[in-house]
C-alpha cells in the first residue's frame, strides 16, 4: 500500500497548505497510485469510476510543475463537453488558490469566439477546452501551443466516442513532443489504447477498482414488456421511494426529453439534459438539479459522464446499459459517502443478454423483482424542495453571495435556513430559496435591492 497522506508527496509548501484548508486530508486511490508518477515526470494511463479524483490527481501534477513567472500556455486540458471543461477549470482554481496569479482559461464552443480570443491575447498559463474548439483556435492562428509541456486528456474513451479522434490527432500535432501526457478514462476500449501507443511514451498505468463498494448500492431489477411499461414501472418506483434526487438514464436524445416530457405532465420536478439543448438550458438545467430545484435529471450517458453531482438517493435505468462498465458507472453515482442508494435497472425480452453478461461482470446471479402495487400510482407526486430565482446582476456587476443573501434575508425577510445556494455567473446569479418562500423572496428582491441596484428578477420554471 502507498502511503495516503498528501505530506508524502513532494508538492510545494503553498499546495499542501492550501490542500489541508480545502479539507482534502488524504488523497484518493487513484491519487495515491499516480501522484508519485505524475509528480516525477511519467506518462500515465489512469482508469478510474467517476468521483475518483481524477481532476485533483492531475491537477496536482500540473500546477506543482507550472512556471508562474514565464507567462506562456504550458498546460493543456482537454475535455468531451464544457460542463466538464468548466469543473476541471473550477477544481483546478481551487488547488491553485495558494499560487499567486496562475490564469486558467477555458475556450469551448457554445461561447462567443471574440471574447476568447481577446482573453487569449492577454495571455495564460492553463487552458481547458473542449477538441472542437481548441482545434478552431489553432486553426485561426488566435492559439499557440509551442510552450506546452503537459498535455492532459480526460474522459479520453467520452472524446473517442463523441468523433473527437481527427480533431485529438490535429491537436496534438501542434504540441511538442518533449512533453508529459496524461490520459484519464472510465472505461477503456481498445481505441484508447491505440492512442495511448501513438501519444504516450513508457506510461505508467493505474486502474482503481471500477466496482463501487458494492454493499453500499442496493441493485434492483424488473421485467418490463414494452415502452408503456417502462415508464410506468418508472412512475412506481418514484411513487414508492420519493428519492431527493435522482437521475434517469435514457440511451438516446430523444427518449430522454419524451420520457422527461411525461414526467412533468404528471407533475414531477424534472429536468432534461442532453446533447440538443442550447448551452443557456443545460448550464439552468445543472443548477436547478444541484441545487434541488428539480429532484429528476433525465440524462443521455454522454450528457451526465464525469458531471460531479453530489448525492443522488437513486440511479434509474431506463434501459439497461449496453456495456457493463457503463452500468457499473451509472450506478456508482448514488451510494455516495457512506449512504445507501438505490439503482433500478430496466429490461425486457431483447435485453435479456445484457443482465446475462452484467451477472458475469459481476460474478453473481440477478434477479428480476416485482414491480411495487399499482395503487402506488394514486398517490400524489412529491415536489423539490427548492426553486430558483435568477436575478441579472453578477460578477460583472460585483454582485457577491453576501449581498444577496443581506437582501432576502433582511426585516420581514426569509430566514437563513430557507436559503440553498447561490451560484454566481458574469451577469446573473442562480439563488435557491425554498418554494414555500418563493414569493416572499421575489417580493424582497423585486422591491428592495441587491448591492444599491435593482435587478431584473424571474423564477426559474
Ligand atoms: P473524477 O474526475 O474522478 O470523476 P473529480 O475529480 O471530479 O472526480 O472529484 C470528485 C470530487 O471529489 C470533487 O468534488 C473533488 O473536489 C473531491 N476530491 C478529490 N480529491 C479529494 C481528496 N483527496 N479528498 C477529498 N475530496 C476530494
Ligand atoms: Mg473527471
Not at 353 to 377: C, F, M, N, Q
Amino acid at each position: 500500500m502507498s502511503d495516503s497522506n498528501f505530506s508524502s508527496l513532494p508538492l510545494q509548501t503553498a499546495i499542501l497548505d492550501n490542500l489541508s484548508t480545502l479539507g482534502y486530508q488524504s488523497m484518493t486511490d487513484i491519487q495515491a497510485q499516480s501522484l508519485p508518477a505524475i509528480l516525477s515526470g511519467q506518462d500515465i494511463i489512469a482508469q478510474g469510476k467517476t468521483g475518483s479524483g481524477k481532476t485533483a490527481a492531475f491537477g496536482l501534477g500540473l500546477l506543482n510543475k507550472l512556471q508562474v513567472k514565464k507567462f506562456r500556455i504550458q498546460t493543456l486540458v482537454l475535455c468531451p463537453t464544457r460542463e466538464l471543461a468548466d469543473q476541471v477549470a473550477k477544481e483546478i482554481r481551487k488547488l491553485a488558490r495558494a499560487i499567486h496569479n496562475i490564469k486558467v482559461l477555458t475556450l469551448c464552443g457554445g461561447m462567443p469566439f471574440g471574447p476568447q480570443v481577446g482573453s487569449l491575447e492577454h495571455g495564460a498559463h492553463i487552458i481547458v477546452g473542449t477538441p472542437g474548439r481548441i482545434e478552431d483556435h489553432l486553426g485561426r492562428g488566435t492559439l499557440s501551443l509551442e510552450n506546452v509541456d503537459t498535455l492532459v486528456l480526460d474522459e479520453a474513451d467520452r472524446m473517442l466516442e463523441m468523433g473527437f479522434q481527427t480533431a485529438l490527432d490535429n491537436i496534438i500535432s501542434h504540441i511538442p513532443s518533449q512533453r508529459q501526457t496524461l490520459l484519464f478514462s472510465a472505461t477503456f476500449p481498445k481505441q484508447i489504447q491505440a492512442i495511448a501507443n501513438q501519444y504516450l511514451q513508457a506510461p505508467k498505468v493505474v486502474k482503481v477498482e471500477s466496482t463501487h463498494a458494492s454493499n453500499s448500492i442496493s441493485q434492483h431489477f424488473y421485467h418490463v414488456e414494452n415502452d408503456e411499461q417502462r415508464l410506468t414501472a418508472i412512475r412506481l418506483l418514484l411513487l414508492t421511494h420519493k428519492p431527493e434526487s435522482s437521475v434517469i438514464f435514457c440511451n438516446t436524445k430523444k427518449e430522454t426529453q419524451s420520457v422527461a416530457d411525461k414526467l412533468a405532465n404528471d407533475g414531477f420536478g424534472v429536468v432534461a439534459l442532453h446533447g440538443d439543448l442550447e448551452q443557456r438550458d443545460r448550464d439552468q438545467t445543472l443548477v436547478r438539479f444541484a441545487n434541488k430545484s428539480a429532484s429528476i435529471l433525465v440524462a443521455t450517458d454522454v450528457a451526465a459522464r464525469g458531471l460531479d453531482i453530489e448525492s443522488l438517493d437513486a440511479v434509474f435505468n431506463y434501459h439497461i446499459a449496453h456495456d457493463s462498465e457503463v452500468h457499473i458507472h451509472r450506478v456508482g453515482r448514488t451510494g455516495r459517502a457512506g449512504s445507501t442508494g438505490y439503482a433500478f435497472s430496466l429490461f425486457n425480452d431483447k435485453e435479456r443478454y445484457k443482465v446475462g453478461l452484467l451477472e458475469d461482470y459481476l460474478e453473481r446471479t440477478i434477479e428480476a423483482e416485482i414491480l411495487p402495487d399499482s395503487k402506488v400510482l394514486q398517490s400524489s407526486v412529491f415536489l423539490p424542495k427548492m426553486t430558483t430565482i435568477q436575478i441579472d446582476g453578477g460578477k460583472k456587476q460585483k454582485v457577491r453571495p453576501g449581498d444577496i443573501v443581506g437582501a432576502l434575508t433582511g426585516e420581514n425577510g426569509l430566514a437563513f435556513e430557507q436559503l440553498g445556494k447561490i451560484q454566481l455567473g458574469a451577469n446573473w446569479a442562480y439563488i435557491a430559496v425554498e418554494k414555500m418562500v418563493a414569493r416572499k423572496a421575489l417580493n424582497k428582491l423585486t422591491h428592495g435591492k441587491v448591492k444599491g441596484r435593482s435587478f431584473r428578477v424571474r423564477e426559474l420554471n
